[in-house]
């Protein structure tokens, strides 16, 4: 358990980090804030870890559409984030079905 909180404390501190610094989607029609934006995608942990063969669940593919593909391509364009597979992210949409365009996302 105690790894778990040290993983969660990292994640958390590296957000307001990016918070702090102004790393938002400025040019983007998202409204909402990178943080706000990986909050709502929680559900989605376990299909975008590392090796995870976990199939997104109904609330993740819930709020991957809630969230919708601006603010999605928003967070896979931003910074890494420790613990999520940005390619298994990438596939969200497709294994939700929903009808979102490709992210263009940049190197």
């Not at 404390?9 to 990016?18: A, P, T």
């Not at 364009?77 to 009808?99: E, F, H, V, Y």
Request: charged share 15%; hydrophobic share 45%; net charge positive.
């Amino acid at each position: 358990m105690k790894l778990f909180e040290s993983k969660v404390l990292c994640f958390f501190l590296v957000l307001f980090c990016i918070i702090i610094l102004g790393i938002k989607g400025q040019s983007t029609p998202c409204t909402s804030t990178f943080f706000s934006a990986l909050v709502q995608l929680l559900p989605c942990r376990t299909a975008v870890a590392p090796f995870s063969r976990i199939p997104p669940t109904d609330a993740c593919c819930n709020a991957v559409m809630a969230l919708g593909q601006p603010c999605l391509c928003l967070l896979l364009n931003g910074p890494s984030i420790a613990g999520i597979d940005r390619s298994m992210a990438l596939q969200l949409p497709d294994k939700c079905t929903t009808n979102f365009e490709p992210c263009d996302i940049m190197k």
